[in-house]
C-alpha cells in the first residue's frame, strides 16, 4: 500500500524522479540502520513495478499495453504516463495493427539472425523497389519526428510513423530479407533494425502484435 501511494504521488504530481534514483535515495537514508545490497534494491525495484501494473490496469488500461511501455526506455513515471496515452491512442488507428504485426516480424527475424546486426545499411546492396522506397521512407520519417520524441510528443511521434504501413508491408510481401548472399541478407537486417529501432523508442509495440 505505501509503494502504491508513492507511485501515485509521482504520478499525479508529476514529479521527475526516476525510479531508480528514488530507490537510491532512500537506500542512502537508511545505510547507517542496514545494508542494502543491489539485489534487494532490484527486488524493491520490481516490486513497486508490479504495484505500478496493478495501478494502470486498474485505470483502464490493458495488461500488454501497459507491458510494453514498461519495456520501452521510459525514466520517469510521468514520461512513463504519456507513453501509455500515446499507444492507447495509436492502438486506435487503423494502421497500428499491421505495425504491430510487423515489429513483432521484425523482432523475430532478427533474434533468429546467426550473427550481430549491422547498424550499417548500404543503399549500393539493395535489389528491389520495396526496399529502396522502405529506406527512403524511414529516413524521411526518422528526420521528422525526431524532435518529437526528445520532446516527448509521442503520440505524435507514433502518428508520424503510420506511414509506414504501405511500404513496410509491400516491402515483406516481395523482399526475401534471409538470402542466400550474406553481403545482401545483413543489409536487409540493418534496414529492419532500424526501422524496429524507431518503434521501440516508445514503446514494444511486438508486445501488441
Known amino acids: ?113 546467426e550473427s550481430s546486426v549491422s547498424s550499417e545499411i548500404n543503399t549500393e546492396r539493395f535489389i528491389f523497389e520495396e526496399e529502396i522506397r522502405l529506406f527512403r521512407e524511414v529516413s524521411e520519417v526518422e528526420a521528422k519526428i525526431e524532435s518529437l520524441f526528445t520532446d516527448g510528443e509521442y503520440e505524435a511521434y507514433l502518428s508520424g510513423l503510420a506511414s509506414l504501413r504501405e511500404p513496410v508491408d509491400a516491402y515483406f510481401d516481395e523482399v526475401m530479407v534471409m538470402d542466400e548472399n550474406l553481403e545482401i541478407r545483413a543489409n536487409r537486417l540493418a534496414l529492419l533494425a532500424r526501422l524496429k529501432g524507431l518503434f521501440d523508442r516508445v514503446a514494444d509495440l511486438s508486445v501488441l502484435g
Do not use: C
Open 1 to 113: 500500500r505505501a509503494a502504491l501511494w508513492l507511485l501515485r504521488i509521482l504520478v499525479e504530481g508529476r514529479i521527475g524522479l526516476s525510479l531508480d534514483r528514488l530507490i537510491e535515495i532512500a537506500a542512502d537514508s537508511l545505510s547507517e540502520q542496514i545494508s542494502i545490497s543491489s539485489d534487494t534494491a532490484d527486488e524493491v525495484r520490481s516490486f513497486m513495478i508490479d504495484r505500478l501494473k496493478h495501478h494502470y490496469t486498474e485505470q483502464g488500461f490493458g495488461s500488454a499495453l501497459v507491458q510494453a511501455a514498461l519495456a520501452s526506455g521510459w525514466q520517469t513515471l510521468p514520461d512513463l504516463e504519456r507513453r501509455l496515452h500515446a499507444i492507447r491512442d495509436f492502438m486506435n488507428r487503423d494502421e497500428a495493427a499491421s505495425l504491430a504485426a510487423a515489429n513483432k516480424r521484425i523482432g523475430n527475424i532478427l533474434k533468429k539472425s
